[in-house]
């Protein structure tokens, strides 16, 4: 426990406790919940383009999930190997209208857990309908068909893992040979150019963690219920464990999927990669509204956010407004709905008085709250409420 803020509001002198983040990778589902917003936001204001997007899931077969699991480099093949298929198809979907030098814009996240929080390495790729000239010129496509993406993405993997040593070319032609081959590129859905709620909300979902905070709890008997996806044998949608079987599941199933350092798990490739939009945007300085200009930055609840073209005005230095730009308290609004700088007995703006880091105190404040009978502050919050 790293220690919390002391959050007190000048009005009506109401206080409350927030705990700090663990800043645990991958695992913590808070944590991982404030980077997953962070992410969206810079996605759909700064990266992406205004043009439609489809959200496709790259899949492995069960045979080579064990090789990944041992060498965890081999995911950045994974994801690049997958915008070699995306590029080379949609290339050939484009009849070459766009230029031999065109590329799809490309957003890759790297997921290593099943529904069951077993490993199962898989890939969530944004990619862009169509192509990007050398210019940035954007060319769209008529989406080609599944089984070409798919038979593309199998050899080219097999191909990759060859030329690496992984695999020998008799074990590459058996699994070429396969029927069923386990190999999977499936296409989930599509937003549309303006659509950055739904960008946004396509972003979170695939920087999510392994594992919700709200999908375990500890039942009257002592035992852990964890919530799941329904069983296809049985239905069953949670799975019930004594406390020793969940420490057990948790040490190796949960923690294989915390990152190597160092290891990024999203990549930006073709035309949304950094060096592609530096390019484009010293290329076009002086045509701000040229046809097919990558996307500009824009904040987000503006109305350019809602699919009206606004000029994007820096906030003062220093102003409540750049403040609030990049104000973490507006990443927790996000994450938990739940402004916890905003007074709930007058809604004054809250301050923060005092960062308390000593673990001799924070054991004092903690044990008299639970004296006293009042909420922790640590205690899990649920999920963000729907509809």
């Given at each position: ?13 109401d206080e409350h406790l927030l705990a700090f983040s663990c800043r645990t990778r991958n695992l913590c589902a808070s944590c ?114 599944q089984g070409a993406l798919e038979e593309a993405f199998r050899r080219l993997l097999l191909a990759a893992l060859v030329k ?224």
């Amino acid at each position: 426990m790293g220690g919390f803020a002391r959050i007190q509001c000048p009005t009506c002198h109401d206080e409350h406790l927030l705990a700090f983040s663990c800043r645990t990778r991958n695992l913590c589902a808070s944590c991982q919940a404030k980077r997953a917003v962070v992410f969206a936001e810079r996605l759909a204001t700064q990266i992406v383009a205004r043009v439609a997007h489809r959200h496709v899931v790259f899949t492995i077969p069960i045979a080579l999930r064990g090789l990944f699991e041992r060498e965890r480099s081999l995911l950045g093949l994974f994801a690049r190997t997958a915008y070699e298929t995306l590029r080379r198809v949609l290339k050939a979907a484009c009849d070459g209208k766009a230029g031999k030098d065109a590329v799809p814009g490309v957003v890759a996240s790297i997921q290593t857990f099943g529904s069951y929080a077993n490993f199962h390495p898989h890939l969530h790729v944004i990619v862009t309908e169509g192509l990007f000239s050398r210019e940035g010129t954007f060319h769209g496509v008529a989406w080609p068909p599944q089984g070409a993406l798919e038979e593309a993405f199998r050899r080219l993997l097999l191909a990759a893992l060859v030329k690496k040593e992984r695999l020998t070319e008799e074990t590459r032609d058996r699994l070429i040979a396969w029927r069923h081959s386990g190999f999977s590129v499936y296409l989930a859905s599509r937003v549309d150019a303006l659509d950055l709620d739904g960008l946004e909300r396509l972003a979170r979902y695939v920087t999510r963690p392994a594992l919700a905070a709200g999908a375990v709890s500890i039942r009257a008997d002592g035992q852990v219920e964890v919530k799941t996806p329904p069983d296809p044998r049985t239905g069953s949608g949670c799975v019930v464990l004594d406390v020793l079987a969940f420490v057990h599941a948790v040490v190796h199933a949960v923690v294989t999927q915390i990152p190597d350092p160092k290891r990024h798990l999203v990549h930006y490739s073709g035309a949304y990669s950094a060096r592609f939009r530096g390019r484009v945007r010293a290329a076009k300085a002086n045509e701000p509204g040229a046809p097919g200009e990558l996307a500009a930055p824009v904040e987000p609840g503006s109305s350019a956010a809602a699919g009206v073209p606004e000029p994007v005005t820096p906030a003062e230095p220093g102003s409540p407004e750049a403040k609030r730009r990049s104000a973490w308290a507006r990443v927790l609004a996000k994450v938990f709905e739940v402004d916890p700088l905003l007074c709930a007995r007058c809604g004054t703006k809250m301050k923060v008085i005092a960062w308390i880091t000593d673990p001799v105190v924070i054991e004092r404040i903690v044990a008299h709250r639970k004296r006293a009978g009042l909420e922790s502050p640590f205690d899990a919050r649920g999920p963000p409420a729907t509809g």
